[in-house]
Nanobody, 126 residues
């Protein structure tokens, strides 16, 4: 089992920045790929970014490319999502997710992940 706890959400004005953190505990964090997803009211949960267990492979959704950066610190069992130049359409509950990284490719769908956090709200005002 891997337990995930997100933090860092909040209310920010358009153009501002936030950094989300995802603290992991349980099984070996360093062998797990990490992902960030988001879900806006009335919409389906969508992929934001993913990072391999080593940090060497990163894939970011087109909608946030150039604004959001995913990273991880395996020594701290923590993954991060740095969000810059936030827009009102980024408003959503943000979830981190984890799954064993078998090296077969990017994990960018909900079904790729077994472990999920409880989510953190990000609200961007115009």
């Amino acid at each position: 089992q891997v337990q995930l706890v997100e933090s860092g959400g909040g209310l920010v004005q358009a153009g501002g920045s936030l950094r989300l953190s995802c603290a992991a505990s349980g099984r070996t964090f360093s062998r797990h790929a990490m992902g960030w997803f988001r879900q806006a009211p009335g919409k389906e949960r969508e992929f934001v970014a993913t990072i391999s267990w080593s940090g060497s492979s990163i894939f970011v959704a087109h909608s946030v490319t150039g604004r959001f950066t995913i990273s991880r610190d395996n020594a701290k069992n923590t993954a991060y999502l740095q969000m810059n130049n936030l827009k009102p359409e980024d408003t959503a509950v943000y979830y981190c997710a984890a799954d064993y990284d078998d090296g077969t490719g990017y994990k960018y769908t909900i079904n790729d992940y077994h472990y999920w956090g409880q989510g953190t709200q990000v609200t961007v005002s115009s």
